[in-house]
Every structure is written in structure tokens, then in C-alpha cells.
């Protein structure tokens, strides 16, 4: 099973990216993906996710309404549309997967990938 997360990168203020996050060797459609990030010196912190089923989303308060989480299961890849990014967006952004798992912050991962970074300038 791999995770391969894509599309960091360094862009200013106000611009937007689209993170990719590429899965093999599972059942895709059967698990619930999500997006969290970690700047240096805090916590890890909840971004986007969507459920297994893909009929739901939930996504952070510091995110919500700029940033957009959607799947494409012919191509096995969970993505993150994110405007308007601001310097405290930067990041390394982690996505992660579990079988069945819902759209709530509180859902916890076992398989992670390994993580892009973004940065955003002033």
C-alpha cells in the first residue's frame, strides 16, 4: 500500500495550489482520505477529509471555505484545491487513509504518505 502526495510547492500570498495524493495497493473507494498538515514547532492539524462513500466532507475551521478536498476513483486520487493561501498555510501537508473512514476531524489514519511541502510567502 502507497500514499505518494504530490503538487507542494512555494507560491505567494493569495495564490492557490491543488495537492495530489496518489494510492496503490487498496481497495480506494472503499476508504475514507484525508489531509492534515503540520508547521514547525506545533501540532499536527486536521485539513480536509472525505468519507469512504465520497458523500461527505468536513474540512478545518482555518481552511474552511477556501480549501476543497474531492476524488477522482478511476484515477485512485484524493485531492486538495486550496485558495486565497495565506503564510499560515505553510506546511507540510500529510494525506493519510483508513478503510471505511468518515469525514470527521476526530477520524483517526493508518496509512500515511509521506508528505509535501508548502510554503506560502508574504
Known amino acids: 500500500v502507497q500514499l505518494q502526495a504530490s503538487g507542494g510547492g512555494l507560491v505567494q500570498a493569495g495564490g492557490s495550489l491543488r495537492l495530489s495524493c496518489a494510492a496503490s495497493g487498496l481497495t480506494f473507494s472503499n476508504y475514507g482520505m484525508g489531509w492534515l498538515r503540520q508547521a514547525p514547532g506545533k501540532e499536527r492539524e486536521f485539513v480536509a477529509a472525505i468519507s469512504w462513500s465520497g458523500s461527505s466532507t468536513a474540512y478545518g475551521d482555518s481552511v474552511e471555505g477556501r480549501f476543497a478536498i474531492s476524488r477522482d476513483i478511476a484515477k485512485n486520487t484524493v485531492y486538495l484545491q486550496m485558495n486565497s493561501l495565506t503564510p499560515e498555510d505553510t506546511a507540510v501537508y500529510y494525506c493519510?487513509?483508513?478503510?471505511?473512514?468518515?469525514?470527521?476531524?476526530?477520524?483517526?489514519?493508518?496509512?500515511w504518505g509521506q508528505g509535501t511541502q508548502v510554503t506560502v510567502s508574504s
Open positions: 493519510a487513509a483508513r478503510k471505511w473512514g468518515r469525514s470527521s476531524p476526530a477520524q483517526t489514519y493508518n496509512l
